[in-house]
């Protein structure tokens, strides 16, 4: 999610030119040509709001099913940095076949390694169905393509562990 952010707010480059930090080459006359040395800085360190979809699937009491459900972050990025993203999102996902779904909040962190972009999370939240909540912990791994894929394990009282595959993609809809 975190880096889906980096991939949207980079596809707006009216938006990064806008911001602090974020400066191009003045433009040259129509006449004279590209001034020489010009160059495109562009950096998207900042501080996001990302909305985005997510569909997985979930193995969990001996089955797959399929879900469905979106993602909200809040992710701080300074590219050059060692800790490139830190957030917190929150995301709800509602299973396909089984009347259930969960909640959750999750720390996110993410960098660099060997030129590919990728992350980890963990947090808690409830697992809910028709009867009660149950409390759940994860922790989540995700590699940044464009989009975002995702795995996930993690526990629900009184149901036993589960595992998660999935793809999210994150729309930065704020920048602060």
Do not use: C, N
């Not at 999102?89 to 509602?94: F, H, P, T």
């Not at 999750?106 to 009660?132: K, P, T, Y």
């Not at 995702?150 to 793809?167: D, K, T």
């Amino acid at each position: 999610m975190i880096l889906s952010i980096l991939f949207w707010a980079g596809a707006w480059p009216a938006a990064a030119e806008a911001q602090p930090g974020r400066t191009a080459a003045p433009e040259a006359a129509p006449d004279s040509g590209p001034s020489p040395g010009a160059v495109r800085v562009t950096s998207l360190d900042g501080t996001y709001l990302a909305l985005g979809p997510i569909a997985a699937f979930v193995r969990q009491d001996g089955k797959w099913d399929g879900g469905f459900g979106g993602e909200i972050s809040v992710v701080r990025v300074r590219e050059r940095e060692p800790l490139a993203a830190l957030g917190l999102s929150v995301g709800a996902l509602l299973l396909a076949e089984d009347d259930r779904g969960r909640l959750w909040g999750e720390i996110l962190v993410g960098s660099r390694l060997a030129g590919i972009h990728v992350g980890l999370g963990a947090g808690g939240g409830v697992e809910v169905d028709a009867v009660q909540g149950r409390g759940a912990g994860h922790a989540t791994v995700w590699i940044f393509t464009g989009v975002v894929p995702y795995a996930r394990v993690g526990v629900v009282e009184e149901v036993g562990a589960f595992a998660e595959i999935g793809l999210k993609i994150g729309l930065p809809a704020v920048e602060f």
